[in-house]
């Protein structure tokens, strides 16, 4: 596994970094030796060194744990109140370090919906573009629908595509043409934008694909994914959503690149975007390849500054929402415990009670006007379920610390009601 992945016998349990986080937000600003001795690099990196660790601990003001929601070695989930309030999640790495650190907005006053008709009332209420399902993984490893809404209708996926990128690595370890513990340099021309942090490295530095994989689904790291799609081969990644029962892959074809999705996106001129719209299939292959030749454009954009979607339904990762489910259900298959310790790292405040449901994985995705909320849970008692929220809007983007928190419910609700009928 890389420097970065956990294992249960943390030298550092997540309970005593989180009491550390406490007293911290209490004594803030604090030196850089104290911050470096309790949390990783990769966090400190992404939020803006010593400076912006200081700066969001004086956001929490002086908290205080009213709820431990879930508890696990590596990871607890606490309820807090103060300046900020809301579900903390502290994460630590094998060496005991915070590598994970995040805050959802408090959501009690928002009831957990208990049927699946009042799930379909709070998802109109959404007042957006929906298409959600909620499956049973069989013993057989087969998903079955048991409750949707337009839950074979494809939407944009935002990073919920990655999953299927972290399909092609396992099946390449399985079929032994990579290893996860391989390493891989760094290379200028396959950086991406944010989100993540690895686009900052410098050229030749190697990590282990485990690295790779790990930054691509715990901070989304863009520049990470590209790595990993262009070492596998597009045309593998391509073929992992055939593998893993996308009905319709050559929607996702040319499969984008992150980098070759910020040309499209970014440039406030839209000509990138215009050329591949006016373009035919085959010479989109031809023009992908082009963009991500192409030197990263100025990241000055209205794009997100503004808050206006851009072409979500035109360029973009397209599945359903039972197309997701089924990609969870065919890395479970793979049976790889890489994939376990990087898809438990953050269940993105979802919340779910860790005594009923011990396992939670999650890759969410979003871009202006995308959200997309996409997890698999398995019960105390091995029961295996999965559950993919997909919102968009073509012409407004989303106030995410209002519509996350509502989803989130509405996902509690559906695992709630999984586990009771499956």
Known sequence: MSEETVSESVEVTAAAALEWVVGAAARAPLPEDEIGGHVAPMLIEVVGGTEGFNAVLAQLGRPEVTEIRRERPDAIWAMISGRAEGLLMVHVNEAGLIDTARLVPAAADIPVPTSWGEIDSRLEELGCRVAFAAMRIEDDGQPRLVHGVDADTARPTGSGFKLYVLAALARAVAAGRADWQELLPIREEWKSFPSGTLQNRPAGEKLSLATYAEYMMAI??????????????????????????????????????????????????????????????????????????????????????????????????FATPSDLCRAYAGLLRFAQPEIDHILTRDDHGLGLDSTRFPTVWSKPGSEVGVITLNYLARTADHRTFAASLMLSDPTAGFDEMLIVPRASRILQGAFDLLAATG
Request: proline fraction near 8%.
């Open 220 to 317: 989304s790291d863009n520049t990470a994914t590209d790595h990993l799609i262009h070492h596998l081969g597009r045309p593998e990644v391509f073929s992992e959503l055939t593998e893993l029962g996308h009905p319709d892959p050559d929607l996702n074809l040319p499969f984008l690149t992150t980098r070759a999705f910020f040309q499209c996106k970014v440039p406030d001129d839209g000509a990138h975007a215009q050329r591949f719209l006016e373009a035919t299939r085959g010479e989109r292959i031809a023009l992908v390849e082009e963009l991500e030749r192409l030197d990263l454009p100025d990241p000055a954009s209205s794009w997100v500054k503004e808050s206006k979607p851009r072409h979500i339904d035109e360029i973009e990762w």
